[in-house]
């Protein structure tokens, strides 16, 4: 998985092209049952892909945390809001909040989420590629693809089974 990592960035960049024209296609003509398809696609792509082998957005990018994302990880680790703010996040040049460092600090030796069941919501949804009216979030997956190995692949299935 790691060579894979690796090899990920040169092949999301060499289809970065290829990738956006399709992605302009498929906001001017949206097929009716877009959302249907990328369902089947998503469950598809992650049976044949384990988490636990990568942990690549956890180690590179991380979440951005809303309000209740630390309301209800602070309650979960029995300390203050405040306190959880401070030890593990940061407000970003964007204004987001952001993890202070990466690889995340709630990412096990093994790969497991140390807090997996109060996780952030964007931990939960990444890499969206199951989220409804997908094509409003292409700009997003036109990065995650140099990112996550099942984004790049949901997207290389979609131009196959998707034509436009
Ligand atoms: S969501 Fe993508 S980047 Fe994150 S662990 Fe799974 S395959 Fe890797
Ligand atoms: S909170 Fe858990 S799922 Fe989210 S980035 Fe950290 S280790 Fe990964």
């Known amino acids: 998985?790691?060579?894979?990592?690796?090899?990920?960035?040169?092949?999301?960049?060499?289809?970065?092209?290829?990738?956006?024209?399709?992605?302009?296609?498929?906001?001017?003509?949206?097929?009716?049952?877009?959302?249907?398809?990328?369902?089947?696609?998503?469950?598809?792509?992650?049976?044949r892909i384990d988490c636990l082998e990568c942990a690549n957005c956890c180690k590179t990018t991380g979440p951005l945390f809303t309000q209740q994302d630390v309301e209800r990880i602070s309650k979960y680790l029995k300390i203050k809001p405040q306190q959880f703010f401070d030890n593990y996040l940061r407000i970003d040049e964007d204004k987001d909040t952001v993890l202070k460092e990466l690889p995340c600090h709630f990412l096990d030796f093994e790969n497991k989420c140390m807090i997996y069941d109060v996780r952030p919501k964007a931990c939960r949804e990444y890499p969206h590629t199951d989220r409804k009216?997908?094509?409003?979030?292409?700009?997003?997956?036109?990065?995650?693809?140099?990112?996550?190995?099942?984004?790049?692949?949901?997207?290389?299935?979609?131009?196959k089974k998707i034509p436009l």
């Open 1 to 47: 998985m790691v060579n894979r990592l690796q090899q990920l960035q040169k092949l999301a960049k060499d289809k970065h092209n290829e990738n956006k024209k399709y992605f302009d296609k498929l906001k001017k003509k949206t097929p009716k049952n877009l959302d249907y398809q990328m369902q089947d696609i998503h469950d598809e792509v992650f049976k």
């Open 133 to 159: 009216k997908f094509q409003q979030i292409t700009a997003l997956t036109l990065n995650n693809v140099s990112i996550c190995p099942a984004a790049y692949e949901v997207v290389e299935q979609m131009k």
